[in-house]
């Protein structure tokens, strides 16, 4: 009966482990950066440029999801037609996908 040094056999299950850590770990970096943010500024249609606050800080109309806000909704936004509050089917910023996907990496977003 062969029996194996019970150094090496705990050193492979270790290796093996942070294998997966580091495979799971970059699969929620990935869906991190498909799950990105989507930024939308108001836009003044009379001076041709965003809108600014008091500060002179761009407005934001929305936050949503690039990935799972549909494309209709993208194609709004491209068009400077998109109205926040007719719309339903956009998704917000962080989407249950992303919030799954930071709390797996310890709660920190990436951008």
Not at 12 to 24: E, P
Not at 56 to 85: H, M, N
Request: glycine share 10%; hydrophobic share 35%.
């Amino acid at each position: 009966m062969d029996v194996a040094d019970p150094v090496s056999q705990w050193r492979d299950k270790v290796n093996a482990a942070s294998n997966c850590v580091g495979a799971m770990h970059t699969a929620l970096v990935a869906i991190q950066e498909q799950h990105a943010e989507l930024t939308i500024y108001e836009w003044d249609h009379d001076s041709g440029d965003f809108g600014l606050n008091s500060d002179g800080e761009k407005i934001v109309v929305a936050r949503l999801c690039l990935e799972c806000t549909p494309e209709s909704i993208k194609e709004q936004i491209d068009d400077a037609a998109y109205d926040a509050a007719g719309n339903y089917d956009d998704v917000p910023f962080p989407c249950p996908t992303r919030k799954l996907a930071d709390e797996g990496l310890g709660g920190g977003e990436r951008g």
